[in-house]
Nanobody, 127 residues
Framework: QVQVVESGGGLVQAGGSLRLSCAASGRSFSSYKVGWFRQAPGKEREFVAALRRTGGSTYYADSVKGRFTISRDNAKNTVYLQMNSLKPEDTAVYHC????????????????????WGQGTQVTVSS
């Protein structure tokens, strides 16, 4: 069992940066794939970025490619989402999700492939 908790959200002006953290407890995060998803008011949840297990690949939604970076610190059992050049359309609740990175049935961009979810952290980008 893994518990994940997000932090780092807040209010920032367009063009600014934030770094979200996804801290895991209960087990080492190193064998897990971790994804970030976001949901804006009135919109469906969408994939943002994902990171396979240690040494694995990273994946990004086209809308954030080149602006966001996902990374992992195994010593701290934490995954980060560095968000630069933020835009008002990035405003949403950001959720961290994790699951053991075994034989993939769902693509890393599919929320159905994650079992453990955090409560989310609000990111608001003002214009």
């Amino acid at each position: 069992q893994v518990q994940v908790v997000e932090s780092g959200g807040g209010l920032v002006q367009a063009g600014g940066s934030l770094r979200l953290s996804c801290a895991a407890s209960g087990r080492s995060f190193s064998s897990y794939k971790v994804g970030w998803f976001r949901q804006a008011p009135g919109k469906e949840r969408e994939f943002v970025a994902a990171l396979r297990r240690t040494g694995g690949s990273t994946y990004y939604a086209d809308s954030v490619k080149g602006r966001f970076t996902i990374s992992r610190d195994n010593a701290k059992n934490t995954v980060y989402l560095q968000m630069n050049s933020l835009k008002p359309e990035d405003t949403a609740v950001y959720h961290c999700a994790a699951d053991l990175d075994v034989v993939a049935y769902w693509p890393v961009s599919d929320a159905r492939g994650y079992v453990y979810w955090g409560q989310g952290t609000q990111v608001t980008v003002s214009s």
